[in-house]
């Protein structure tokens, strides 16, 4: 059964609720008609105070679309598509197709959303101030605030740091950056929003018992979505030991055309930004076979002015110098055989044929993910 609506789609990125939101919207119409306008702006009709309170929750949800679209924008900037913007009952969702590839990306895409709030905030805030200007009634006046002051609530809360909140991204891109290891900057930034969690649980309590039953019991049902959803992102983060077994065939990384003998370093320029993921180029020799490689460092060592005249035949590396790996080695044995913490590449061989190399930045993930 599909649980949420498509609305419609705004900058390219469809826009769909969940049904639980049209439940809170009636809730939170209410709230407002009867409860927040009338004891703010006491002594106005009923059917003003509906009027307002309808036209605040979509005030409200617009919001919430505002911080999600703030989030999109970013992403799509940082080449990361986002694939829908869901309102659910505790705010929205960017649902972002994959990862950010760097941590200043993660930075950015996280960021964006409660910067966008506190943008809405000063809209209503200048609209405030502009409706002392102009008569308007004093219930719009009242809800114009409410509605800076819920955008300020929603950029505040998001930057706390307990993921999968905005605060725990920012906090797992600075981790990130630190330490350059991504699964661990998870698993810390997701361990910390179980701990965050779980005291926000313990304070909504002891607030349903000493003062308000109904807030603490909010912030007690917000606490526990939290602490799940941080424990989902924590266990797919689990370290798994297994995973050093695996073969490293599979992780080999595909080498450009080789190139012939007369090339210059502009050639293997092109070769480069045709391949960006290669360490390396082959290059044939006189008798058309693969004898040596160059390698990407020779680019920095040229010029840009003589690269189209400098020939590569001056930089090459023996093939036979090149470590070699067999795809069926593990990830285990290869690391202890060539390093770790290092940077290295090798060939990988089964004794006649190679078009792959194996990078150590690629070891070095798989030794995250599998490591503690
Ligand atoms: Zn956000």
């Given amino acids: 059964m599909r649980t949420h609506l498509r609305i419609g789609r705004l900058l390219g990125v469809p826009i769909g609720i969940n049904i639980g939101v049209l439940l809170v919207s009636v809730l939170l119409a209410y709230t407002l008609a009867k409860v927040t306008l009338p004891s703010g702006a006491p002594g106005h009709m009923s059917s003003s105070y509906w009027f307002a309170g309808v036209l605040g929750v979509i005030g409200f949800m617009a919001s919430l679309v505002a911080h999600e679209l703030g989030h999109s924008y970013v992403a799509a900037k940082n080449n990361v598509a986002v694939s829908e913007i869901t309102l659910w009952l505790f705010g929205g969702v960017a649902k972002l197709e994959r990862d950010a590839d760097d941590p200043g990306a993660e930075f950015r895409i996280a960021l964006a959303g409660p910067a966008m709030s506190f943008v809405a905030a000063g809209f209503f805030l200048i609209c405030v101030l502009l409706s002392h200007q102009i008569e308007i009634s004093p219930v719009f006046e009242l809800l114009l605030i409410w509605l800076f002051a819920m955008n300020m609530i929603l950029g505040v809360s998001n930057l706390i740091p307990a993921f999968p909140l905005d605060g725990g991204r920012i906090l797992r891109a600075w981790l990130w950056r630190r330490t350059g290891r991504r699964i661990t900057a ?55 030991p297994t995973m050093l077994d695996w073969e490293v065939g599979p992780l080999g990384r595909q080498l450009p055309d080789p190139l012939n003998p007369a090339s210059t370093v502009a050639d293997l320029e092109n070769a480069f930004a045709n391949w960006p993921s290669a360490p390396l180029v082959p290059v044939l020799d006189h008798h058309g076979q693969v004898s040596s490689v160059v390698t990407y460092d020779v680019i920095r060592r040229v010029p840009p002015a003589q690269r189209k005249v400098v020939p590569l035949s001056s930089y090459l590396q023996p093939m036979w110098s090149l470590p070699r790996v067999h795809p069926s080695e593990s990830i285990n044995s290869v690391r202890s055989r060539l390093g770790n913490g290092r940077y ?25 993910s599998a490591t503690i």
């Fill in 186 to 240: 998870t698993r810390t930034a997701t361990l910390w929003g179980q701990i965050l969690s779980g005291i926000f649980a313990a304070l909504s309590l002891i607030s349903m018992w000493r003062w308000s039953f109904l807030s603490g019991m909010w912030g007690l049902i917000l606490a526990v979505f939290l602490f799940v959803a941080s424990r989902v992102e924590w266990a797919s983060a689990r370290p798994d």
């Fill in 344 to 368: 290295w590449f090798a060939l990988i061989t089964d004794g006649n044929t190679s078009n792959s190399v194996l990078v150590s930045e690629d070891v070095d993930q798989v030794v995250d």
